[in-house]
């Protein structure tokens, strides 16, 4: 040994690096021999650098075996009933997503083809599912998901929360671990929202407006971003994380309340005499399969925005038959939870079919959508939740004259 021949076979050394006691700063102890401080740091920085590179070549994404569109699409049919198209739709685009980080950051291709992501926008009514969809796909992909509201942002400097705040929630649902932050899904609600406020040119800034559309496009595109871990103006003082945006997904939903009227005006769907029999059959009832890119920049989004959301897919209003299905069918169907309620406390809830039929018509009624049976629901159970635990009877039997009683005492 090099030590043993420097030191004449005598005395503690560095066995690494051979010296003696007499030469080192701090010679460090171990089971069987001694390492000085000099070599302990140059390892530490060795094991450091290896790290680093095992985390740039880790695949992009850990979910497993990537599931194929129709997998996804299954795995949506449990828990979303209806809208078919959107389902397709959305599970191509998230299976694209995630094959393309792996293309780009795993196989490093020298071929110059780089895929760029698609976002997506959702455009339906209510209590149609987007928010429910997107945050099933999350949970099958387990991936950091995050549910955004868009009316809360404003442009930097106002009150109101910056962009940079959507990342900062991000990085709180992937307990701010950076990497795994960079392969989430982040749903933006209400995106309609931040539509132009006008077409005219204002001496006041649109702050919550365009404003906002201006300040997102770098989070869309995929850029490097300075966020903000504790939220932003509260805490000027907090060093700002490094989020790279270009393998996040940013979902968007949004109502669009009467953009019908402008895809209808597009359309021209009044059209008389003899130019209207060469017109497409146009479905009256449903004009909002129609949107198109053209229709959602005369509602308020700006053309740069647009272009960053490719994906543009819409949602059905529920009809009878389908709010009917959302309260049995779906693994966690409304109904189901509330058998769950009771059964834990030994009470067998026993529903009649006609009850079924007075919740639909009441949601349709309301213009609720899915939500509207929640709240339905909770109206017709709450005295009985209330009743039930304490009557030491084993089930509950809810008749149609028992729920009509309720609801109307609600009027």
Do not use: W
């Not at 010296?19 to 000099?38: K, N, Q």
């Not at 997102?216 to 000027?236: A, C, F, S, T």
């Not at 968007?252 to 009467?258: L, N, Q, R, S, W």
């Not at 939500?371 to 209330?386: F, V």
Request: net charge negative.
């Amino acid at each position: 040994m090099a030590g043993s021949k420097k030191n004449g076979g005598q005395g503690r050394h560095c066995c690494f690096c051979g010296r003696g006691e007499d030469e080192v700063a701090l010679l460090l102890s171990g089971i069987d021999g001694y390492i000085c401080a000099d070599c302990a740091k140059m390892a530490a920085d060795y094991v450091s650098e290896l790290e680093h590179k095992h985390e740039q070549e880790a695949p992009a994404i850990q979910v497993g075996e990537l599931q194929k569109p129709k997998a996804i699409k299954e795995y949506l049919d449990q828990y979303v009933i209806g809208q078919d198209r959107a389902k397709k739709l959305l599970s191509v685009a998230v299976y694209n997503h995630y094959k393309r980080i792996n293309h780009n950051l795993v196989e490093k291709p020298d071929d110059g083809v780089e895929l760029e992501k698609s976002n997506i926008l959702m455009v339906g009514p209510t209590g149609t599912g987007k928010t429910l969809m997107a945050r099933t796909i999350a949970k099958m992909l387990d991936v950091p998901f995050t549910i955004v509201d868009a009316t809360v942002l404003t442009e930097a400097g106002y009150v109101g929360e910056d962009v940079e705040s959507i990342l900062t929630r991000l990085l709180q649902e992937s307990d701010y671990d950076v990497k795994k932050a960079e392969r989430g899904i982040v749903f933006i609600d209400e995106i309609d929202k931040i539509a132009r406020k006008s077409d005219n040119p204002s001496i006041t800034r649109d702050v919550s407006g365009e404003g906002v559309q201006q300040a997102m496009l770098k989070l869309l595109e995929g850029n490097v971003v300075n966020v903000p871990p504790k939220g932003g103006r509260k805490h000027p003082e907090q060093d700002f994380v490094h989020v790279n945006t270009e393998n996040i997904l940013f979902i968007c939903g949004g109502a669009f309340e009467g953009i019908e009227r402008r895809i209808a005006q597009r359309l021209n769907t009044q059209v008389i005499g003899f130019s209207a029999q060469g017109k497409q059959r146009i479905d009256k009832d449903n004009l909002l399969q129609y949107v198109s890119a053209m229709d959602l920049r005369g509602y308020g989004l700006i053309p740069e925005i647009i272009g960053r959301l490719p994906v543009i897919t819409y949602l059905d209003a529920l009809d009878r038959d389908t709010l009917k299905r959302i309260l049995t069918e779906p693994k966690n169907a409304i109904l189901r939870q509330y058998e769950k309620i009771f059964e834990i406390d030994g009470i067998k809830l026993v529903i009649d079919s006609e009850v079924l039929d007075l919740i639909v018509d009441t949601s349709i009624k309301n213009k609720l959508g899915a939500r509207g049976l929640r709240s339905i629901c909770e109206q017709i159970m709450n005295d009985a939740m209330y009743e039930a635990p304490s009557s030491g009877k084993k089930s509950f039997h809810l008749t149609l004259d028992y729920a009509k009683s309720k609801l109307e005492n609600q009027i």
